[in-house]
């Protein structure tokens, strides 16, 4: 499974490229929003991200109808040859990725959180489904059991296309490791979960005592 880092904070983005460990990222209205973006900037925003991450880099559409998400979704494609162009999975969105996909653009369709939509999603032609994970558990459902639901329903099929599934709306380390047990080709994940996937205390104490026991060599 990659890792692609859920964020439009460059900061982040260079860290975790330094780590070796980034192979994507994916952008949204609130995450930009996030960083004080302002409208003006935002396509040097994607561009700037885009010069830091060897992948795909998605970045979304706000427009609701379809002609305005092509324009949109061609202008965004044309800022770098690693943009993926974010559309919401609507009937519009839908017709939107048929028209991009048949353009040569790459798509990623989010908001995903049923099953039909995620094969609606892949036969209208998106290289990338996003299915929401944590906001199904904020409503007191079981998001993992909705991924591996869209994850095993899409692996039953041959799209004509590569269609990879990005688990996205992750919320903490477990999210992860049930993303990566289902087989999920990305998880999608904030930064904040990006550290705590790395640190386990044994790794702390373990490193804690080989450095004390280095001491001793020193001194000997
Ligand atoms: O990229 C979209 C998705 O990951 C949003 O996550 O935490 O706002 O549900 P969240």
């Not at 999608?188 to 450095?211: D, I, M, R, S, Y």
Request: charged fraction near 20%.
């Amino acid at each position: 499974m990659k890792f692609f880092l859920d964020t439009a904070n460059i900061a982040e983005i260079e860290e975790a490229a330094g780590w070796g460990v980034l192979s994507g990222v994916t952008t949204n209205p609130t995450l930009y929003s996030r960083e004080g973006g302002r409208l003006a900037d935002f396509h040097d925003h994607v561009i700037r991200i885009c010069a830091l991450v060897d992948g795909p880099v998605s970045a979304e559409v706000v427009g609701l109808e379809r002609g305005e998400m092509v324009s949109e979704g061609a202008e965004l494609a044309a800022l770098a040859p690693n943009v993926i162009v974010k559309v919401p999975t609507t009937s519009e969105g839908l017709a939107a990725t048929r028209e991009l996909a048949a353009r040569g653009v790459k798509v990623n369709m989010t908001l995903c959180f049923t099953v039909p939509q995620a094969l609606m999603a892949a036969r209208a032609g998106a290289s990338f489904v996003s299915p929401f994970i944590g906001r199904f558990d904020d409503i007191s459902e079981d998001g993992v059991e909705h991924l591996a639901n869209i994850v095993g329903a899409l692996r039953n099929y041959d799209f004509g296309h590569k269609v990879e599934v990005i688990a996205a709306s992750v919320r903490h380390p477990q999210h992860v490791v049930a993303a990566a047990l289902l087989g999920a080709d990305i998880a999608t994940v904030p930064f904040a979960v990006l550290k705590k996937c790395l640190q386990h205390p044994l790794t702390e104490k373990g490193l804690a005592a080989f450095l004390a026991d280095w001491e001793k060599v020193k001194n000997s």
